[in-house]
């Protein structure tokens, strides 16, 4: 059984710094492609990063510069830096696991940007 568990959302400060993380289990980690959405209130779901098996990254324009993604096969995780927290970052953050087609979902962790 697939399980992706997501950590690390919490109440920050505008300007702020969070480290979300996603520890995968029952898959074999190193083949497939890992990435993080959001879905902010009355919002669509949204890619924020994605990492390929290979490392290549990839990100959306709101994100550049201030986030960061990336994994850890040994420990079946992947991370995602986040720097220079908006309030417009808020929203819950989903983690993804794809190969072939096949996507894979945590149950989310939520990320409050407010002062």
């Known amino acids: 059984q697939v399980h992706l568990v997501e950590s690390g959302g919490e109440l920050v400060q505008p300007g702020g710094s969070l480290r979300l993380s996603c520890a995968a289990s029952g898959i074999i980690f190193n083949n497939y492609a890992m990435g993080w959405y959001r879905q902010a209130p009355g919002k669509q779901r949204e890619l924020v990063a994605s990492i390929s098996s290979l490392g290549s990254t990839n990100y959306a324009d709101s994100v550049k510069g201030r986030f960061t993604i990336s994994r850890d096969n040994a420990k079946k995780t992947v991370y995602l830096q986040m720097n220079s927290l908006k309030p417009e970052d808020t929203a819950d953050y989903y983690c993804?696991?794809?190969?072939?087609?096949?996507?894979?979902w945590g149950q989310g962790t939520q990320v409050t940007v407010s002062s």
């Open positions: 993804t696991a794809g190969l072939r087609g096949t996507n894979y």
